[in-house]
């Protein structure tokens, strides 16, 4: 269970977050998500596939980081073995929540920083402050609200990106068959990936109008990524061993 309350200097003056690794602070996942202005940092440690909401229907982009629920093959005790960390776990305790803002009018919200109170990773004497003495976000705090604001930026731009793609059938369901060294046969299913061959028949104007947009560099970083997946299967042999 969650419970998020908006981040008060009032009320949370003597709150720190344990920014440790591990399985104890929900890091043994499966996957997470991303978006497209993340995928340079993602494509040089992880595959990069999408997945689909059964509840909204909506897509979204996601790292791949284990072939099981609740596996991480990135995460060895209490290391992160990457070069780099998807910036929706190093967001982790925190997230933007909105609340109404009368200023702007009747319905308009307001992005707030809240964090997750029933998180292990809070705790009142282990770990970053939120605040200083007098009261000021630390730099900690700072730099997790601009964290906060990517994501948020990230995930707005991400809604063009995903219809761009289903607009043109871009996307597809695909299974990954692997054979460990053990001789078990496992497969990786329920995740999308870019159709090729429907990408390069695209013809001129839409090519250029998703390279305008951004949208034909993140499509091929997507694609370039899928190199990632045989790391990915020497480790799951490794632990095996």
């Given at each position: 269970?969650?419970?998020?309350?908006?981040?008060?200097?009032?009320?949370?003056?003597?709150?720190?977050?344990?920014?440790?690794?591990?399985?104890?602070?929900?890091?043994?996942?499966?996957?997470?998500?991303?978006?497209?202005?993340?995928?340079?940092?993602?494509?040089?440690?992880?595959?990069?596939?999408?997945?689909?909401?059964?509840?909204?229907?909506?897509?979204?982009?996601?790292?791949?980081?284990?072939?099981?629920?609740?596996?991480?093959?990135?995460?060895?005790?209490?290391?992160?073995?990457?070069?780099?960390?998807?910036?929706?776990?190093?967001?982790?305790?925190?997230?933007?929540?909105?609340?109404?803002?009368?200023?702007?009018?009747?319905?308009?919200?307001?992005?707030?920083?809240?964090?997750?109170?029933?998180?292990?990773?809070?705790?009142?004497?282990?770990?970053?402050?939120?605040?200083?003495?007098?009261?000021?976000?630390?730099?900690?705090?700072?730099?997790?609200?601009?964290?906060?604001?990517?994501?948020?930026?990230?995930?707005?731009?991400?809604?063009?990106?995903?219809?761009?793609?289903?607009?043109?059938?871009?996307?597809?369901?695909?299974?990954?068959?692997?054979?460990?060294?053990?001789?078990?046969?496992?497969?990786?299913?329920?995740?999308?990936?870019?159709?090729?061959?429907?990408?390069?028949?695209?013809?001129?104007?839409?090519?250029?109008k998703f390279n305008a947009q951004g949208y034909l560099q993140s499509i091929y970083m997507a694609m370039a990524s899928f190199s990632r997946i045989r790391p990915m299967i020497d480790k799951k042999n490794a632990a095996l061993d």
């Amino acid at each position: 269970m969650s419970s998020f309350a908006i981040v008060d200097s009032s009320v949370h003056r003597d709150l720190t977050v344990n920014t440790n690794r591990g399985a104890a602070f929900g890091d043994n996942l499966m996957f997470t998500m991303t978006y497209p202005m993340e995928f340079r940092d993602i494509q040089s440690c992880y595959p990069i596939f999408f997945s689909k909401d059964p509840e909204t229907g909506q897509f979204y982009p996601v790292a791949l980081l284990g072939f099981e629920e609740q596996s991480n093959l990135f995460l060895n005790g209490d290391q992160w073995e990457a070069t780099y960390i998807p910036m929706t776990i190093r967001r982790q305790p925190f997230l933007i929540g909105f609340q109404p803002d009368p200023a702007k009018g009747d319905g308009a919200t307001k992005p707030v920083v809240s964090i997750d109170m029933d998180s292990p990773r809070v705790t009142r004497n282990d770990g970053e402050a939120l605040f200083n003495e007098d009261g000021k976000p630390t730099d900690f705090l700072q730099k997790t609200i601009g964290t906060l604001e990517a994501i948020h930026h990230g995930l707005e731009h991400n809604k063009g990106f995903v219809a761009a793609l289903l607009e043109k059938e871009l996307l597809e369901s695909f299974t990954l068959e692997i054979t460990l060294n053990d001789g078990s046969n496992n497969k990786l299913m329920g995740f999308y990936t870019i159709a090729e061959e429907k990408l390069q028949s695209l013809d001129g104007e839409t090519l250029e109008k998703f390279n305008a947009q951004g949208y034909l560099q993140s499509i091929y970083m997507a694609m370039a990524s899928f190199s990632r997946i045989r790391p990915m299967i020497d480790k799951k042999n490794a632990a095996l061993d």
